[in-house]
């Protein structure tokens, strides 16, 4: 399904990723783990079309993305949910899942948009109860199911999560992860997780990839993983 073979970022001479191969196969959920600066944001960021790469090849059902931007990635059916969220806070909640699903309107009809948001709320009932609410007023917690959610309104064949537990309390990260598994066990959304909670994001993995100074260091199943020595001493401390 995704295949990145090689793929090297830059920013001015600062080399972010370095000749990074990995794949996403079909109903996956694979997992990035590595330090802060690894390389795993730049990567998931390349993947998307939001920096270019300066070799290597990035491909989605056999299509290369190597000409093309990131708006028409999201027509292949890539939903990118980034870092800090970013939704659009003066807006309605509603409004916010209505903009996830803008490429749909043009060939569904919107009872099919609806049965999608019913679905979303479904997932996220907090949503639904907001749905009138400014989104920018809502809790850290809320504020990304609602940026998972919104990703979710495209029906996407990848859907890629950059630390969806960040400054949430733990609590909510337990809520936020129990709904990524569930995602995971629909097995329809190929899903690349990027996450700092290392322990969470192997447990959750099909396969993992640890990224250090923007090189693939280890990969594996997310079970090998967890019981790596290296991995347990760099990553998962006591857990």
């Given at each position: 399904m995704l295949k990145v073979d090689n793929i090297g970022v830059s920013y001015g001479g600062i080399k972010a990723v370095r000749g990074v191969t990995m794949e996403l196969r079909p109903g996956e959920l694979v997992s990035l783990i590595g330090s802060n600066?690894?390389?795993?944001?730049?990567?998931?960021?390349?993947?998307?079309?939001?920096?270019?790469?300066?070799?290597?090849?990035?491909?989605?059902?056999?299509?290369?993305?190597?000409?093309?931007?990131?708006?028409?990635?999201?027509?292949?059916?890539?939903?990118?949910?980034?870092?800090?969220r970013k939704i659009f806070g003066q807006q309605s909640v509603m409004d916010n899942l209505l903009l996830g699903a803008f490429l749909r309107f043009k060939k569904e009809k919107r009872s099919e948009i609806d049965k999608t948001i019913d679905e979303v709320f479904a997932i996220?009932?907090?949503?639904?109860?907001?749905?009138?609410?400014?989104?920018?007023?809502?809790?850290?917690?809320?504020?990304?199911?609602?940026?998972?959610?919104?990703?979710?309104?495209?029906?996407?064949?990848?859907?890629?999560?950059d630390e969806p537990s960040m400054g949430l309390a733990p609590v909510i990260i337990d809520e936020v992860f129990n709904v990524v598994k569930r995602i995971r066990d629909t097995r329809t959304t190929s899903i690349l997780l990027v996450e700092q909670l290392a322990y969470r994001a192997l447990q959750l993995a099909?396969?993992?990839?640890?990224?250090?100074?923007?090189?693939?260091?280890?990969?594996g199943t997310g079970v090998e993983l967890q019981n790596s020595p290296e991995v347990k001493a760099a990553y998962l401390g006591g857990h």
């Open positions: 600066g690894a390389g795993k944001t730049s990567l998931l960021r390349a993947i998307s079309g939001q920096v270019p790469i300066n070799q290597g090849s990035i491909s989605l059902d056999g299509v290369d993305m190597a000409n093309i931007a990131a708006h028409d990635r999201v027509k292949l059916g890539m939903a990118h949910c980034p870092e800090a996220f009932p907090k949503l639904k109860d907001r749905q009138n609410q400014q989104a920018g007023t809502m809790s850290g917690g809320e504020q990304q199911m609602l940026a998972i959610g919104r990703a979710l309104m495209l029906k996407p064949k990848v859907l890629i999560l099909d396969r993992a990839y640890v990224l250090e100074q923007g090189v693939v260091r280890i990969e």
